[in-house]
């Protein structure tokens, strides 16, 4: 009965006012408010993996923080806080991993597996306190994925760059023949040529406008289909 007496009460021990219920409903916000970009560019861990995945590890870090208080006794037993906190950046890579598939060797997937990261680290900084460096970072995530997507593109169109297609064309008329050689016209490296179970082909091709091969390509007598492996980002 005496020990009974000296544990901590259930409800309302360390860690369970309203400063900690404010840091997790700011990393459910926050991490939230990715989900849902992710969820509206029809990426598979949306709205609600990436807010489970920031809500959760802000729980973690407070667990991290406030959760052995009634087994700690100075000189005896003593715990350091980051130890718990460090297996969220861990335990997230495996889920990151499972996002991250091959297509027709193309890599697909890494961007929400980054944002998977991103949450949990928005997560433990809302919960640490760190409120204002969370709320910049969620910030710059829209900055990423909605302004270097264009500036990217924009930059590959006029630089450079590479680009992969799938082609279907009709046989026995030199489509290929010809397609090789539009490509030799623009200056364009051709680093991979394959062809694929369905009888197209497989052409990655490097070099300055590359933004047009598409509907060069396409303009190609013999070619009846052209579509971009890499259209959209992952």
């Known amino acids: 009965m005496q020990t009974w007496l000296a544990d901590p009460p259930l409800l309302g021990g360390p860690g369970q006012g309203a400063r900690q219920i404010l840091e997790l409903l700011i990393a459910f916000g926050l991490t939230a408010l990715i989900g849902l970009e992710r969820e509206v560019h029809g990426k598979s861990a949306g709205l609600r993996t990436q807010a489970i995945v920031g809500t959760a590890s802000a729980l973690i870090l407070i667990v991290s923080k406030y959760g052995f208080a009634d087994v700690l006794s100075a000189g005896t037993v003593e715990v350091d806080p980051s130890r718990v906190a460090a297996q969220i950046v861990s335990g997230i890579g495996f889920l990151g991993a499972g996002l991250i598939i091959t297509r027709q060797g193309a890599v697909h997937g890494l961007t929400t597996a980054a944002a998977i990261w991103e949450c949990a680290a928005i997560g433990m900084a809302a919960a640490a306190g760190l409120v204002k460096l969370a709320v910049v970072v969620t910030a710059l995530h829209f900055v990423i994925v909605l302004g270097f997507s264009p500036l990217s593109k924009r930059l590959t169109a006029r630089l450079g760059g590479s680009v992969r297609l799938h082609i ?67």
Not at 225 to 232: A, F, Y
């Open 168 to 234: 279907t064309y009709a046989p026995d008329r030199g489509a290929l023949g010809r397609i090789l050689a539009v490509c030799d016209k623009h200056q364009w490296s051709l680093t991979e040529l394959s062809t694929d179970a369905d009888g197209g082909v497989l052409l990655t091709v490097t070099g300055a406008g590359i933004r047009r091969a598409p509907s060069t390509v396409a303009c190609v007598e013999g070619v009846t289909g052209v579509r971009r492996l890499d259209e959209k980002d992952d």
